[in-house]
């Protein structure tokens, strides 16, 4: 990705190792989507990279640029920091303003990243938040990637949020394969044709 060559002294900083990750630097770092100068600020061997991922994902929340906001989030992707970008994607569409907050493939981003670096019920819990509080992501194509990964319970909330009924009753049946949770999500629904698909389950057995 490349707008326009960065100022000639933030690239000597970032060769020299003296750029300084303040507001103001970070900014016209991302104002100036150039990939060469992101690729030495994100590098393993910079020591001031902890300073610019922090600063870029404060400084980030007032760009309007969607250019430079691709290349921010290309930059993060290729330093391979999938936390630190929930971090830089989740107030843009969280409470976010136009014309990002409600950007599909920033919601889609986000809730998939996440997806990614879940490893602790905190995690989880975020997570479970984009899905119930976002409503602007390919959700069937999000629950699809879910059951790839085995995360059914992630599933379930997609397919409860856009009221996708009889998908959900098949996840509690076939995956999670918990009949009392269905009953009761049969319940929950008052639908008789969720309850046939149960009815059709326990014949089965």
């Not at 610019?52 to 930059?75: H, T």
């Not at 919601?107 to 989880?124: F, G």
């Not at 999670?176 to 009761?184: G, L, P, S």
Request: glycine share 2%; charged share 25%.
């Amino acid at each position: 990705f490349l707008k326009m060559p960065c100022p000639l002294q933030i690239l000597a900083a970032l060769r020299a190792r003296t750029f300084r990750p303040d507001a103001d630097s970070v900014s016209a770092l991302i104002e100036c989507v150039d990939s060469e100068s992101w690729s030495l600020a994100l590098s393993d061997e910079n020591p001031q990279r902890p300073e610019i991922v922090k600063q870029a994902i404060v400084s980030v929340r007032s760009c309007k640029d969607p250019e430079a906001l691709s290349g921010v989030i290309k930059a993060f992707m290729a330093a391979e920091l999938p936390r630190e970008l929930v971090d830089l994607v989740e107030p843009l569409v969280v409470g976010g303003s136009e014309p990002f907050a409600s950007n599909k493939n920033l919601q889609n981003l986000l809730i998939l990243t996440a997806a990614k670096t879940v490893d602790d019920e905190k995690q989880r819990k975020r997570l479970l938040g984009f899905i119930r509080n976002l409503q602007n992501y390919d959700w069937q194509d999000v629950a699809a990637f879910f059951i790839t990964n085995a995360q059914y319970e992630e599933a379930l909330a997609v397919f409860k949020r856009f009221k996708d009924h009889k998908a959900a009753i098949t996840l509690l049946l076939d995956n999670i394969q918990d009949v009392e949770r269905a009953m009761d999500y049969a319940c929950f629904c008052e639908s008789e044709e969720i309850w046939d698909m149960i009815r059709q389950r326990e014949q089965q057995i």
